[in-house]
């Protein structure tokens, strides 16, 4: 079956740094487009990036532009956020996703089905 196990979260002060990773099993990264969600305390969840299986497009929405960057690594099999200039709004708990519908220079820029897999979840906290 497809499992996706994320790591890296944790506490972090404003202004520092840090990379999640989300290692995928029973499905290759190579063929899918793959992205991040947030969901912030009494916030919906929101994807904060996706890139595209096609030709590598990535898309941000403007809370994070400039700070996150996605990026895969094939031969693990293994896609990374990394995140700098940390602020508090950042603080939720980040989910990796895959086989999802990533369309940077579209209305809508990424989305979900029924076919999408899911990490369980890390903890992101921005605090000092």
């Known amino acids: 079956q497809v499992q996706l196990v994320e790591s890296g979260g944790g506490l972090v002060r404003p202004g520092g740094s840090l990379t999640l990773s989300c290692a995928a099993s029973?499905?290759?990264?190579?063929?899918?487009?793959v992205g991040w969600f947030r969901q912030a305390p009494g916030k919906e969840r929101e994807g904060v990036s996706c890139i595209t299986n096609s030709d590598g497009s990535t898309y941000y929405p403007d809370s994070v532009k400039g700070r996150f960057t996605i990026s895969k690594d094939n031969a693990k099999n293994t896609v990374y956020l990394q995140m700098n200039s940390l602020k508090p709004e950042d603080t939720g708990v980040y989910y990796c996703?895959?086989?999802?519908?990533?369309?940077?220079?579209?209305?809508?820029?990424?989305?979900?089905?029924?076919?999408?897999?899911w990490g369980q979840g890390t903890q992101v906290t921005v605090s000092s």
């Open positions: 996703a895959a086989d999802l519908v990533c369309r940077p220079h579209r209305t809508v820029k990424v989305a979900t089905t029924a076919s999408t897999a």
């Open positions: 029973g499905l290759s990264l190579d063929y899918v487009d």
